[in-house]
């Protein structure tokens, strides 16, 4: 069975998100045509890429506007799935997926267990079930897309919530990465290649 699990990272407004969507088009690399039949074990003519938007809703309009200009860019064929249960959305999806982002899907994590005001002892061994089941269910889907972002190349925050943030984004980021057979790195609009499929 063939499989691809890509990771796309890169800064805000780098031009990661338009990256990976563009990889589960028809005519990607990720659909190579082997053979008369698709590559690998979906057919993007029966099973449709479902779209898996990890973050929390949110009420703030420039929120929206970003989450209506993302939607304009898909196809109409693909299904959209809003959950902060990134996993079990994996485990649902029939073909391939597009998961955006990692770092939502973080901060709602976080929420959820009361991170950003409780010490790290009491809300650590939660995460980590958390992160070991997003990490395993990243594993078992054949085909997935996930966006992330890269923040630490900037200073550390003097407030404990964007130390937290970023420590964690940190190790989730290596985490799956470890997990996936392509990782690309996507700055101004460019995109590169740094890891490739053994």
């Not at 709602?108 to 269910?137: F, K, M, N, Y």
């Not at 990465?177 to 890891?195: C, F, N, P």
Request: a negative charge; proline letters at 6%; charged letters at 25%.
């Amino acid at each position: 069975m063939v499989t691809m699990r890509v990771l796309v990272t890169g800064g805000i407004r780098s031009g990661k998100s338009r990256h990976a969507e563009s990889l589960l088009l028809p005519g990607s690399p990720l659909e190579t045509i082997e053979d008369g039949r698709p590559r690998g074990t979906w057919d993007p003519r029966v099973d449709p890429v479902t779209y898996l938007a990890a973050g929390p809703q949110r009420d703030d309009a420039d929120w929206a506007a970003r989450v209506a200009a993302h939607r304009a860019r898909r196809p109409d064929t693909w299904l959209t799935l809003e959950s902060t249960d990134a996993a079990a959305g994996m485990r649902a999806a029939s073909g391939p997926v597009l998961l955006d982002c990692l770092g939502t899907w973080l901060t709602a994590q976080l929420d959820e267990i009361g991170a950003w005001a409780a010490p790290e002892t009491d809300w650590a061994p939660d995460l980590e079930q958390r992160v070991s089941a997003l990490e395993e269910a990243w594993r078992a889907t054949p085909f997935i897309v996930g966006v992330t972002n890269e923040v630490g190349w900037g200073l550390v925050s003097e407030h404990r919530s964007g130390r937290i943030f970023a420590d964690r984004l940190g190790w989730l980021n290596q985490r799956i990465a470890s997990a996936s057979d392509r990782v690309d790195l996507v700055v101004s609009g460019q995109v590169l290649t740094i890891k490739e499929p053994a």
